[in-house]
C-alpha cells in the first residue's frame, strides 16, 4: 500500500521495485495534491486500486487547477475506485488498517490505525495541527477529530504524520499548544 503520495511517483515506484513489492492499494488521507500528486503515475504503473474519502474526490479530481494556483504543475489524479469511510478495514496480508474519518483539515479527511501506530496525513503533527485556512477547513472541527478520535487511541501510539517526524499521542496530549490547556484559535 502506497499512503499519500504526494510527488515524485518515480522515486516511489523505484523503491516499490527494489523492495519487490506490488502495491494493491493507493490511499489518499486527504485531497489536497502534496498527498496525492502521483496518484495517476503509481497508478498507472502499479494498477493498485485507489482509495480516498468520497468528501475529497473532487479535490483530487480538480487538483491541476489547485496546484497552478500555487506555481505547481501536477497532473489531474484519476478517480477513486472505492471510497473509505468511518469503521472500514483495509486488509491487505495480515496487516488490517481501521479507517478513522478525522475531518477538520479537509472534509475528507480520514486516519488509519493499526497495530500502536496511526497514519494521520496532516490531521495532527509533532507539536501541531493541520491548517484550517483552506477552503473545507474547519478549526473546531479538526480540534474535535483530534480530541474524540485520535486521543482515545492510547499515549503508547505512534504518530506517523503527512509532514515533519513521527510523535506519540502521549506527547501531544501533553505537549502539543492547541491540546493543552485553552489553546491557540484561528478564528
Do not use: C
Amino acid at each position: 500500500m502506497v499512503i499519500d503520495p504526494g510527488g515524485n511517483g518515480q522515486k516511489v515506484l523505484k523503491t516499490i521495485e527494489v523492495l519487490g513489492l506490488t502495491p494493491i492499494f493507493i490511499v489518499n488521507t486527504h485531497g489536497h495534491f502534496d498527498h496525492t500528486a502521483a496518484n495517476a503515475y503509481l497508478k498507472r504503473a502499479t494498477g493498485a486500486e485507489l482509495l480516498i474519502h468520497r468528501a475529497d474526490e473532487p479535490l483530487i479530481l480538480g487538483q491541476s487547477r489547485n496546484a497552478a494556483f500555487w506555481g505547481i504543475e501536477v497532473e489531474d489524479s484519476p478517480p477513486a475506485d472505492r471510497y473509505i469511510d468511518e469503521g472500514d478495514l483495509i486488509v491487505i496480508g495480515d496487516i488490517t488498517l481501521q479507517v478513522i474519518h478525522t475531518p477538520g483539515h479537509t472534509p475528507g479527511g480520514v486516519s488509519l490505525f493499526t497495530d500502536r501506530m496511526v497514519f494521520v496525513g496532516d490531521t495532527l503533527f509533532q507539536g501541531s495541527i493541520g491548517r484550517t485556512d483552506f477552503p473545507g477547513g474547519d478549526y473546531r472541527q479538526l480540534i474535535s477529530s483530534i480530541k474524540e478520535k485520535l486521543l482515545p487511541l492510547g499515549d503508547d501510539v505512534i504518530v506517523y504524520p503527512g509532514h515533519g517526524p513521527q510523535t506519540t499521542i502521549g506527547q501531544e496530549r501533553q505537549t502539543n499548544p492547541f491540546l493543552v490547556g485553552g489553546g491557540f484559535h484561528w478564528f
